[in-house]
């Protein structure tokens, strides 16, 4: 899963947010953020960057009281060009178009609200390479408990830099480096501040030019990391065999909660590394292992100890080229999951024609909220399979169900299941749409998936890309939308 850079409106103006500013001297109460987290370290890092240019640690009084107010009125006219505004202490600036112009502003706009809880610079691309300018007025003892800076086109210097920081930002329990791929070299400056981060619970490290070496080094800092709860290393594609040897302070983060390792190019030595270190991971929520196709004949064994991770809700293994063999330990394992809310499946060939040997799974799943099965191969017996354990009020919980780009599936099956969806009461998304290279007329199915819609209270989007809806059903779609309040998306290949 890429991060996607969120668009927002960077230019406008506003009044001047003097009420927002008072909020920050006042230390009005911040607001709650679902990413929190702990880590505990000491510092051993050089920190000569940090001592040329940071101030001392009790900083000096504002001289008089027009000092003062000729400083908030800047630190106000900063945030209005910018058309934004601080709320309870947290400050975000992302992806608002930061000029390198406004780099030293921003430093002393940041040295006007010392209560600074929480700050995002991130998609400013003009961060890189001006990081000491902007973060060297922080000082031992800041308050910062959240900091972002994903896509900032951050410099090996600047991770450097940040690694000196670290030790003096004991609150920070949120750190997020992701997509800055010249911060792998300076990642002994990183690890090193780490160990002193007492209190991280999330770090992000998604797309950061992390290599095999990488592994070893972050396993060093992983011991400081015991309140860790989630960790984020994926899409590093030259992370690829760097578990082999050094995977073993993973089981120091007793309460990790989420692990992201997808398209990080495992090898089969990776996974055997992991399947001793995964299993003991007790908290465990969330596994991400997708789009690591070498999987696919070495997992047998990790796949097989997932059962003694009770609190897993989400297991995230598409695109792994699965095989038989571990497609059946899979299965066999996923009936001990019992907490399971999403199960993602897709792009694994093996699936098809063997659904059945998930049935025992389905059938006992009540709390899977998510299930995808895209370009599975599934065939029509797949999909009976599915439809009959609707039928019989398993899934019922059901909020988004993926069948899209299994196009082996007969007319009779899609009637089959079409028949039966009308269970799913919970049901919001459906995707059955066709591979981009394949186009297909309607069957009769149809009618029976809008009787069903009629009868799903939630539903919003159906996804039918490339299917073709003849006349006759064009009209029945039209009525249907003319008929019905609510507002559902029905995304197909057009009419004929």
Avoid at 82 to 89: C, D, I, Q, R, T
Avoid at 257 to 273: E, I, K, R
Avoid at 361 to 379: A, D, E, Q
Wanted: aromatic share 6%.
């Amino acid at each position: 899963m890429s991060q996607t850079r969120k668009k927002t409106s960077s230019e406008g103006e506003t009044k001047p947010q003097t009420s927002s500013v008072n909020k920050f001297l006042r230390g009005s109460k911040a607001e709650s953020r679902k990413e929190n987290n702990d880590l505990k370290t000491t510092d051993s890092q050089p920190t000569n960057w940090i001592q040329k240019t940071a101030p001392s640690e009790t900083a000096k009084p504002l001289s008089s009281e027009m000092e003062l107010r000729s400083s908030m009125e800047k630190y106000e006219q900063f945030l209005q060009k910018l058309g934004k505004k601080a709320v309870n202490k947290c400050l975000d600036l992302n992806n608002c178009g930061l000029t390198t112009a406004d780099m030293k502003e921003m430093g002393e706009a940041l040295e006007m609200i010392p209560e600074l809880v929480e700050l995002n610079l991130s998609w400013n691309s003009k961060v890189g390479g001006n990081l000491p300018l902007i973060l060297q007025k922080f000082q031992k003892g800041s308050k910062i408990q959240m900091l972002k800076l994903v896509d900032c086109t951050l410099t090996s210097e600047d991770g450097t830099f940040l690694g000196q920081l670290l030790p003096m930002l004991q609150s920070l329990e949120v750190l997020d480096l992701s997509i800055n791929r010249d911060i792998g070299g300076s990642l002994n400056s990183i690890a090193q501040g780490l160990k002193s981060s007492s209190n991280l619970k999330v770090l992000k490290l998604h797309s950061c030019g992390l290599s095999q070496k990488s592994v070893k080094i972050l396993d060093a800092a992983f011991r400081y990391l015991a309140e860790l709860r989630k960790l984020d290393l994926s899409c590093n594609k030259d992370l690829g065999g760097g578990f082999e040897d050094s995977s073993a302070q993973l089981v120091m983060l007793k309460h990790l909660q989420v692990l992201d390792l997808h398209q990080c190019s495992l090898t089969a030595d990776d996974v055997m590394s992991l399947t001793q270190v995964i299993p003991l991971l007790s908290n465990l929520q969330e596994l991400d292992l997708s789009a690591n196709k070498k999987m696919g004949n070495s997992s047998e064994n990790l796949l097989s100890r997932l059962r003694f991770l009770p609190a897993l809700k989400s297991l995230v293994i598409n695109n792994c080229a699965l095989e038989s063999e571990t497609f059946t330990a899979l299965a066999e394992t996923s009936v001990h999951l019992s907490a399971l809310e999403v199960f993602n499946l897709s792009w694994n060939k093996c699936v098809g024609g063997n659904l059945k040997l998930l049935l025992e799974t389905l059938k006992l799943s009540m709390s899977l909220r998510v299930l995808r099965l895209s370009s599975c191969s599934l065939v029509t017996e797949d999909v009976v399979l599915l439809a009959s354990v609707i039928q019989t009020g398993h899934l019922a919980k059901l909020r988004k169900l993926d069948l899209s780009y299994n196009d082996s599936i007969c007319d009779a099956g899609w009637t089959m299941f079409c028949q039966n969806v009308r269970f799913l009461k919970e049901l919001i998304e459906l995707d059955i749409s066709l591979r981009p290279s394949n186009f297909r007329d309607c069957g009769q199915w149809f009618r029976h998936l809008l009787c069903a819609v009629i009868k799903l209270p939630q539903i919003t989007e159906i996804g039918m890309k490339r299917w073709i809806l003849p006349a006759s059903q064009e009209e029945e779609l039209e009525c249907f939308d003319q008929d019905k309040k609510r507002s559902i998306h029905f995304d197909h290949g057009g009419f004929q």
